[in-house]
């Protein structure tokens, strides 16, 4: 249990990214109050758990409704996340994380970016439920498998409300290029999640008797 909460803290983690959504945020936030950017990082983090906790909840029992088997699933979001890994190191907008350039002139426009872009995709994206769900797949200890995952995922998002809501200050120690630093390095990681996430999947369809894990 002890292994499979670290492994869920270090994927959490380097899937939300809370760091890589600081300046983000304080673009899109730029010349507002602090006030006004305190509630609306409140506002979108609690917008974001509720979304990632339903789908996490829900998510399997979509999966039967559609008839897709996990290994299916673990494939294509195996693909997803390593499309994810790629924006991070390359910086290239695939989708998962970002917003499009019209989104982005959308967002900017708007008085209150907590639900979109914010909430989605930027915390709640495709990358982050895809994760959760993969996550609750792997999970062999039952209901409190489900806590320890539930917690820690509080804590990650507990984590990116606390670097947006200190947006100023962290942007002043790192810098955009800190910023990018970290986000790359992040990347790395993720794509060997990814890809191993994709072997479980082929292996689980085509060759059941070989036992592979992401952990």
């Not at 507002?32 to 409140?42: G, H, L, Q």
């Not at 088997?69 to 195996?78: D, Y």
Request: charged share 10%.
């Amino acid at each position: 249990m002890l292994q499979y909460a670290i492994d869920t803290l270090i994927i959490l983690l380097v899937v939300l990214d809370p760091v890589g959504v600081v300046p983000i945020f304080a673009a899109l936030t730029h010349g507002a109050t602090e006030d006004i950017r305190r509630r609306m990082a409140f506002k979108g983090v609690t917008i974001a758990a509720l979304i990632l906790i339903g789908f996490m909840l829900t998510g399997q029992y979509l999966l039967g409704v559609l008839n897709i088997s996990f290994n299916a699933f673990r494939i294509s979001g195996g693909i997803l996340l390593l499309l994810l890994a790629i924006e991070m190191v390359f910086a290239r907008q695939s989708g998962l994380r970002s917003t499009t350039l019209s989104e982005t002139q959308e967002a900017v426009h708007k008085p209150d970016i907590s639900v979109f872009p914010l909430a989605i995709p930027l915390i709640a994206g495709p990358g982050a439920m895809t994760t959760l769900l993969l996550l609750l797949g792997e999970n062999t200890q039952g209901l409190l498998g489900i806590i320890v995952l539930c917690t820690i995922l509080f804590f990650v998002l507990g984590g990116t409300l606390l670097a947006l809501l200190t947006t100023g200050a962290l942007m002043r120690i790192l810098g955009e290029t800190g910023t990018n630093v970290v986000s790359r390095v992040l990347g790395v990681m993720l794509a060997s999640l990814a890809i191993q996430y994709i072997l479980d999947g082929v292996s689980g369809a085509f060759f059941p008797a070989v036992i592979t894990t992401a952990s």
